[in-house]
């Protein structure tokens, strides 16, 4: 008997390709290693950030429909996702640009988008918030960016998913993928456990393990696996509620690259979730196996310099973590159809952004699978683009 179409991955892109297809009355199994939200994975973890705050126009884009579709998928479902908090966006950086963009870039994309925005300078900056921010930073302050209850996000979607008929397969590791590349032969996907899944279609939703998978048909992409340091700091309690959302932009100046972020306080005692957004060589690597899971030494020690010279009121680290994020050479990732056989879609290089457009790219993952003319052009994802590097192995 066929499972329909077939998700490897129960991660974001996995539940939100189930979802959206399970909803189109498509049959829909996921087959998962752990379960959704997998610690060791890159949609672990209670937050994100969302913004429409980008120097790139096509993410900008995206993330407009996505904040629509965020607002639907609430009112349909109950559930609070979003909290329109505001993001900051200060510093010095200038127009050098960065994994996250730059401040200008940002400025010129939202005025050419109608996004509104303010422009605080450095006084203005420290008056607002518990901010040393440095000196001559520039300010640029999206009020409608908000924070994503991803870990609620995740079960919203896989559990919309699952009543909507799909199957969860959970503790499950695929072992071979077979058929593929002749167009004709039915796929089948084989499980560690012996069970072998007849698929119409497969969708390879699997993170930092997606070269694993592709290796089943004779390919590989471009994408090395950064293993990224986040934190919780506990801060004083009187300053809690004032803390923002915030990203600094500073010049690169090694194993940090000047990018630091934070997300608001939360809970009690009060922490913020803080990280830095970039990752030193020695946390890299092309297998997920080899990839460091205790943080750098010389990035945590940059972290707790950053945030006690340029933030008010933090004390000290109550934890930290590696997550993985999957890296493409142009910091943008992969969603299309494999040439060899347009049966097999592939999402990857998620490059730590791609959570805030989940309900848009499980639409366009559905439209693919479908064959169907995507709602957003997703042409800038696609997986023969020279940064991707798609070669046969």
Not at 109 to 120: K, S, Y
Not at 254 to 264: K, R, S, T
Not at 301 to 322: E, I, M
């Amino acid at each position: 008997m066929s499972a329909g179409i077939v998700v490897v991955g129960g991660g974001m892109a996995g539940c939100a390709a189930a979802w959206a297809l399970a909803e189109r009355g498509e049959a829909c199994t996921v087959v998962e290693s752990t379960h959704p939200g997998n610690p060791a994975g890159g949609s672990s973890g209670t937050s994100r950030m969302f913004r429409r705050m980008y120097s790139d126009a096509y993410y900008a884009r995206l993330a407009r429909a996505s904040l629509r579709a965020w607002r639907r998928l609430e009112a349909d479902s109950g559930n609070t996702l979003l909290a329109e908090c505001g993001l900051l966006f200060f510093g010095d950086r200038g127009e050098k640009d960065s994994v996250e963009g730059n401040i200008p870039g940002a400025r010129r994309v939202m005025r050419e988008q109608n996004v509104p925005f303010d422009e605080p300078d450095t006084e203005r900056i420290a008056a607002r918030w518990p901010l040393r921010p440095p000196e001559n930073s520039e300010g640029l302050f999206e009020a409608t960016a908000g924070t994503l209850h991803s870990r609620r996000a995740l079960e919203v979607m896989a559990g919309r998913a699952v009543r909507a008929g799909a199957d969860f397969l959970n503790n499950e590791t695929v072992t071979g993928i077979h058929g593929a590349a002749s167009g004709r032969r039915p796929l089948t996907v084989t499980l560690r456990s012996g069970r072998v899944l007849a698929a119409d279609r497969v969708v390879l939703a699997a993170g930092a393990w997606t070269n694993r998978l592709l290796a089943h048909l004779g390919f590989r992409i471009r994408m090395e696996l950064w293993g990224m340091l986040w934190a919780h700091y506990a801060v004083d309690a009187s300053l809690a509620a004032s803390y923002p959302q915030w990203f600094c932009f500073k010049p690169p100046s090694g194993a940090d690259e000047g990018l630091y972020y934070g997300f608001p306080a939360e809970g009690d005692p009060p922490v913020i979730k803080t990280g830095v957004d970039w990752c030193p060589p020695a946390m890299r690597a092309t297998d997920p196996d080899r990839l460091p899971d205790a943080p750098d030494p010389e990035v945590a020690r940059l972290l707790d310099t950053f945030l006690h010279t340029h933030l008010t009121g933090v004390r000290h680290c109550v934890g930290r973590y590696v997550s993985p994020y999957a890296m493409t050479a142009d910091n943008g990732f992969v969603l299309d159809t494999v040439p060899a056989d347009r049966r097999i879609t592939v999402f990857a290089g998620d490059c730590g952004h791609a959570f805030k457009f989940a309900p848009v790219l499980g639409h366009l993952m559905a439209d693919l699978v479908l064959g169907r003319p995507p709602a957003i052009d997703p042409a800038p994802l696609s997986i023969t683009r020279d940064a991707v590097g798609l070669t046969a192995i």
